[in-house]
């Protein structure tokens, strides 16, 4: 008998250098935006307000903190030497693309965190998580160390948890985390369908205008690892990556026995529907699929349909689409939400959240959190200081105004102040999740 389980979220705190850096080449929003000024404490505060309106909800909700930014260790191992100050200054005057990839506060985008198998899908009855290398941009591939520290923070019981190493960080094992993931079955606690997607193969030659961030051969590596059950590897539209998908949850997502996407978002999608069938244990997957007709892959991109986060909710029947309101604000993705809610079918309600900060990099609700599928026991071993309740929100939500600048340039990243801001910002949010005195690096100098 399978044991009890809820798909918990485990969302990104955004970071004090919250900025429009333009980094990502293919993730049009980021480009778009490029040198505006953000603010970090809205964004900030607006990642909080969406983690209370999931736990209110009453999904578990848990927080992952930022990393340190600026990166000056990854400074000083490009040479520069000196003050924390002066590394900061040097590499701002004489490698400027590099010192904006070591301010850059990506890591708040969760989804991009790991790789998820349940216990109810792993070989060994654990929960195991690969962090994402992300060698495609230079800015992700510094994050992967970081992260496994934060979730062994997050899921210390190694009884419970497997928290593996990332996979070596080349090209021909480029991984992009659970954005290219979608987990489909019949009930959270049961086997279920691990669906990774991949944009290339390892020794592929690529022309397309965007890159293609997922090789088969990392997805292949971590089913193996994580020794998950009823993996189903599908191929990426050439269409969709050219059109600005840079990952799968841009156009794709999906819960339960659902799997909610655009016409364009697989090579095959036919014969994807055909693997997942047959794969499927004890239940028939239901896909509700949205042509271009109804909304072009522009709209889709641009209003974040997709990148919406599709939950159960306890005592509910029908699935819940949680939406950025840029989905609201665009008449032909609203039409769609809407027609999804009249119908039928398994998705009953359509929510709101403003996530605009994010979004205007790129990033929209589901970007922000890495979804655990875990039991009531799995719940009960995790850090309890990192879960979310009305105390911790309004602690953090406190910490954020306090700490965090309401206008932040791509200029201002250089200024040393910002610095000291954000590792004494950084210091204090250890204390508040239980992070002990050595989580950062700057805290082990």
């Not at 072009?296 to 029908?318: K, Q, T, W």
Request: proline fraction near 7%.
């Amino acid at each position: 008998m399978n044991a009890h389980a809820l798909e918990a979220n485990a969302d990104g705190l955004i970071g004090p250098t919250h900025s429009y850096a333009g980094l990502s080449p293919g993730n049009l929003a980021s480009s778009l935006n490029k040198g505006e000024a953000s603010n970090p404490r809205a964004a900030v505060l607006q990642g909080l307000d969406k983690m209370k309106r999931l736990a209110d909800l009453g999904l578990p909700q848990y927080v992952l903190p930022p990393h340190e930014r600026p990166n000056i260790a990854f400074l000083r191992s490009l040479g520069f030497t000196g003050s924390d100050a002066r590394v900061l200054e040097q590499a701002w005057k004489d490698a400027p693309s590099f010192a904006a990839a070591a301010c850059s506060a990506s890591p708040m985008w969760a989804a991009n965190a790991a790789t998820v198998t349940p216990s109810a899908d792993s070989a060994d009855g654990r929960v195991h998580f690969t962090p994402a290398n992300l060698v495609t941009n230079l800015h992700r591939s510094l994050e992967h160390r970081q992260t496994k520290r934060a979730l062994n923070a997050l899921f210390p019981d190694r009884d419970r948890f497997a928290v593996h190493d990332a996979l070596p960080s080349v090209a021909h094992l480029a991984d992009e985390g659970a954005a290219n993931h979608v987990r489909l079955c019949a009930d959270h606690g049961q086997p279920g369908v691990n669906l990774l997607v991949w944009g290339r193969e390892a020794y592929e030659p690529w022309s397309g205008p965007y890159p293609a961030r997922q090789t088969r051969e990392a997805s292949e590596a971590i089913a193996r690892r994580h020794g998950a059950s009823g993996p189903v590897l599908a191929r990426q539209s050439r269409a969709a990556i050219a059109g600005g998908t840079f990952h799968n949850d841009v156009v794709c997502v999906g819960a339960l026995d659902t799997l909610f996407h655009h016409d364009l978002v697989f090579e095959d999608t036919a014969g994807t529907h055909a693997a997942i069938r047959a794969a499927a244990m004890g239940f028939d997957p239901i896909f509700v699929e949205v042509s271009s007709a109804d909304l072009p892959l522009a709209d889709a991109i641009s209003s974040y349909l997709f990148n919406s986060m599709l939950v159960s909710l306890p005592g509910e029947d029908r699935l819940t689409l949680i939406c950025p309101t840029e989905t609201r604000d665009n008449p032909r993705s609203h039409a769609v939400a809407q027609g999804l809610v009249a119908s039928n079918g398994p998705i009953g309600r359509v929510e709101y959240v403003d996530v605009r900060q994010s979004m205007r990099n790129g990033g929209g609700p589901a970007c922000l959190r890495l979804r655990v599928v875990l039991t009531e026991a799995e719940q009960a071993a995790t850090n309890p200081a990192m879960r979310m309740t009305d105390a911790l929100h309004a602690r953090l939500s406190q910490w954020g105004s306090t700490h965090y600048r309401d206008t932040l340039t791509p200029a201002d990243l250089a200024d040393p102040a910002l610095l000291d801001e954000s590792r004494q910002a950084l210091d204090e949010l250890t204390g508040i999740l239980d992070l002990g005195n050595d989580f950062y690096p700057f805290q082990r100098i």
